[in-house]
C-alpha cells in the first residue's frame, strides 16, 4: 500500500482536498479518508495512559478502512511525529506527504470564518496554526509535494494533487 498523508494546519483545506479527490481519483485504486471519519475520537485518549496511541490508532484504522487500496489520508500530521514516533503499518511500503500551506492570513481568515462550536474564537486559539503553518512552510523543501494554495481554486489544488498521486501509483505499481 501507498500512502498519500494530505496534511497542513488547521485551515489549510485538508478536508475540502478530500472531497475534491474522492471525485478525482479511481476509486477502485485509491481510498481517501480523513481522520476525523475514522471514529476515534481523541478525547477518549487524552490524559489517559493510551494517549500517545491515538495516532498510531487511528492510522491502523484508516488502513483497515482502505481495505488495501492505497490510502490518501488526510489528517495535521506532523512529518516529524510520523517518522520519528509513529508506528507504521506493515502494509505501508512508502509515504509521500502533500503539505497545504496557504498564508499565514489566509489560515486566519478561514479559521475566523468557521461556526463558533468549531472552538477558533480568539486570537490566542488560533495563533499555534499558524505557527504550524510556518513551520511547513520553513520547511518546504523537505515535502513531497508542497502546495501555497492561497490563491488556487480547489478544483486546481486537487489536479494537481491527483496528477501528482497518479504518477506515483503508476510509476510502482506492481502488475
Known sequence: ???????????????????ALAELLDKEKYACIDSDEVGLNWWDYKGTERES????????????????????FVSCISPQDYIATQEIPECVESTDFVVL????????????????????????????HVGFNRWFRKNKGKFSMFIDNTEQTVDETAKIIEGFITRIGNNTRKG
Open 1 to 19: 500500500m501507498k500512502l498519500f498523508i494530505i496534511t497542513g494546519c488547521c485551515g489549510s483545506g485538508k478536508s475540502t482536498m478530500k472531497d
Open 53 to 72: 496511541k491515538y495516532k498510531d490508532d487511528t492510522m491502523a484504522r484508516a488502513v483497515e478502512m482502505a481495505d488495501g487500496k492505497d490510502l490518501v
Open 101 to 128: 500551506c496557504p498564508a499565514d492570513e489566509e489560515i486566519v481568515k478561514r479559521l475566523k470564518a468557521r461556526p463558533a462550536e468549531r472552538g477558533f474564537t480568539s486570537d490566542e486559539i488560533i495563533e499555534p
